[in-house]
């Protein structure tokens, strides 16, 4: 029982971020603007929400036709994407440095704060992004290199991302500039 309440709690959490995320994405201009969009009544991100759940069942339904076991699929899935959220806390980790670099030292915010604590952690993440690269097939299951190409999907999603970072900041510098700023959600 307290398995299955696990998994709920944090499949709940998924897709609550997402959701967040892709309406936040929506109000910023980055994303079709309907996903910045509230419910009437609930305030809630509706629409991103029913988004995120049609993307979900697109990723799942091949599994579903192939005749996946759900607890196999589950623990598979659930070590991709504690893989993803590790690199995605490493390339965080990694621009903290940059910014510190090239903004923060003139702005005068904290060395420990901004530089040192993402630094010593981004020396661990990498050594982490390392481990999760070099023993995948622990966190995904199956035979070793038998679902490598989910490590590289993870790889891909993420580079398709900060490309698509570049395309706004040198295409549509004007969204670029609302990213994660947007006062109207």
């Given at each position: ?39 009437g009544k609930h305030e809630s991100p509706y ?9 979900v069942l697109c990723v799942l339904l091949p ?45 005068g915010v904290s060395f420990a704060k901004s ?71």
């Amino acid at each position: 029982m307290l398995l299955m309440t696990s998994a709920f709690a944090a499949s709940l959490s998924t897709q609550n971020v997402l959701s967040r995320y892709m309406h936040n994405l929506g109000t910023d201009g980055a994303l079709p603007r309907f996903l910045g969009k509230v419910h009437g009544k609930h305030e809630s991100p509706y629409l991103a929400s029913m988004t995120v759940s049609v993307m979900v069942l697109c990723v799942l339904l091949p599994f579903i036709l192939m005749g996946s076991k759900p607890d196999l699929l589950y623990g598979q899935l659930s070590g991709v994407g504690t893989s993803g959220i590790i690199i995605l806390m490493t390339v965080v980790n990694i621009s903290s440095l940059v910014w510190y670099v090239r903004r923060g030292r003139q702005q005068g915010v904290s060395f420990a704060k901004s530089f040192l604590a993402p630094a010593i952690s981004s020396v661990f993440f990498i050594a982490l992004v390392y481990l999760v690269a070099a023993h995948f097939d622990v966190l995904a299951g199956g035979d070793p290199g038998q679902y490598v190409w989910m490590f590289y999907c993870l790889i891909g999603v993420q580079v398709a991302g900060m490309a698509l970072a570049q395309y706004f900041k040198h295409r549509r510098p004007e969204v670029f500039e609302c990213l994660g700023r947007s006062q109207n959600g």
